[in-house]
């Protein structure tokens, strides 16, 4: 592997950016875990920095602090989890409203655009691919108020130019936010608001805490307007993580540039040993040289992440089989743990996208989704050869 270009100072961020001692009396070197939900007033009416802790709490600012300065961004607003964030920049609609979405998106998002998006909040949705530009410019309404990106995508690790996208955004002389979910990326890899994003979307239940332990989402921005606009609906809707899960996600974020370059590591090894096995028909890998959008991944990315999937031979008999006879490996959703997971997603992590869309992505049955850990890789390498050869005994 090429020796990676990192983000400068990155690790150092991670470590210090908005956790400065001094901002405490007493001088913590790691913030406290502020659990009070309500502060007290010098007078009536005090509009103190502290009032409540929906509106404002002291590890929840600590955390979205140092997420801000990680994505290079002026603010960070944390939310009670991934979808809770897409939820509060949906609600910058109105009715009549559309939004253009990646067609192959996380089928959390995929099912909340068509079934709540759009049933309740009465905005229109275009599912696009999101690596054909034309087919953007083309799905661009006088009334397109959001494009909404993955990059990479989940499950079929597609790429999005974020960089072309934003320009024919422009172009069309509307004022059209986009906004990039970084979950896979995390901005140890990539930062879509240096690449004229408006709008950067994370679950944090992922990479960014690291340990599959809390569950919560943000959102990072630049404009003032934008984010005065999203403080309101975070306070006034109020899906806010606790202070205890966000003193995990702060702590999380101390080591996620060592664990992005082992799960980059493991991930290449494993990808590798995949593209070569007899069983395997496909590998979707940003970080192959068979991948069709590789030398976007060396342009906007800097490194390729932990995340692949495959296309095992046969179909979801000999997919069923391979996921169960895994031993390191752990058959669960979720992604970006210090374990290595394994998932189907036609029936798991995107079972309520529609069949016809899925097949269209190219979701089948045989698709396999894994989220290669810190582990050692010789060990999950040994681990997919034998469930492998599992799926397909003959005896």
């Not at 995508?153 to 934003?166: F, Q, Y």
């Not at 906004?179 to 140890?188: G, H, I, K, L, S």
């Not at 003193?247 to 593209?275: C, D, I, P, W």
Request: glycine residues 6%; aromatic residues 8%.
């Amino acid at each position: 592997m090429t020796e990676r270009k990192t983000f400068p100072h990155f690790g150092t961020d991670a470590i210090h950016a908005g956790q400065d001692p001094d901002q405490w009396n007493f001088k913590a070197v790691v913030p406290p875990i502020s659990l009070s939900t309500t502060f007290k007033q010098d007078f009536p009416g005090d509009e103190s920095k502290y009032v409540y802790s929906r509106s404002a709490n002291p590890t929840r600012n600590v955390l979205e602090a140092c997420i801000a300065k990680l994505e290079n961004a002026k603010h960070c607003l944390c939310y009670s989890s991934g979808l809770a964030a897409t939820t509060n920049v949906t609600h910058l609609l109105t009715g009549g409203d559309h939004i253009i979405s990646s067609d192959d998106v996380y089928g959390g998002t995929n099912r909340y655009f068509r079934r709540v998006a759009m049933e309740f909040a009465k905005v229109e949705l275009t599912f696009v691919d999101i690596t054909d530009l034309s087919s953007i410019r083309d799905a661009i309404k006088p009334s397109t108020k959001l494009i909404w990106i993955e990059t990479p995508t989940n499950p079929m690790m597609k790429l999005a130019d974020i960089e072309s996208i934003v320009k024919v955004a422009r172009e069309s002389g509307q004022d059209i936010i986009v906004a990039v979910d970084n979950t896979f990326a995390t901005p140890y890899n990539q930062r879509p608001l240096d690449l004229g994003a408006d709008l950067v979307m994370h679950s944090l239940t992922k990479y960014m805490n690291g340990h599959s332990d809390a569950v919560m989402g943000c959102v990072a921005v630049n404009d003032p307007k934008l984010h005065e606009r999203l403080r309101f609906l975070q306070n006034a809707m109020g899906a806010i993580p606790s202070a205890f899960d966000s003193y995990l996600v702060n702590r999380g974020l101390k080591t996620l540039h060592v664990r992005m370059e082992r799960h980059e590591r493991n991930a290449m090894a494993v990808s590798q040993f995949l593209e070569k096995h007899p069983r395997v028909a496909r590998v979707h890998y940003p970080g192959l040289a068979s991948h069709p959008q590789h030398e976007l991944a060396k342009r906007q990315m800097r490194g390729f992440g932990g995340m692949l999937s495959f296309v095992i031979n046969g179909g979801k008999k000999e997919a069923d089989i391979f996921l169960k006879n895994l031993k390191i490996f752990c058959l669960a959703e979720s992604l970006g743990g210090f374990e290595s997971l394994a998932e189907l997603p036609a029936v798991m992590t995107h079972a309520s996208v529609p069949d016809a869309q899925r097949q269209k992505l190219g979701i089948s049955d045989g698709l396999v989704r894994l989220s290669v850990g810190l582990e050692d890789a010789e060990d999950l390498i040994d681990d997919l050869k034998q469930s492998l050869e599992a799926a397909f005994k003959t005896d």
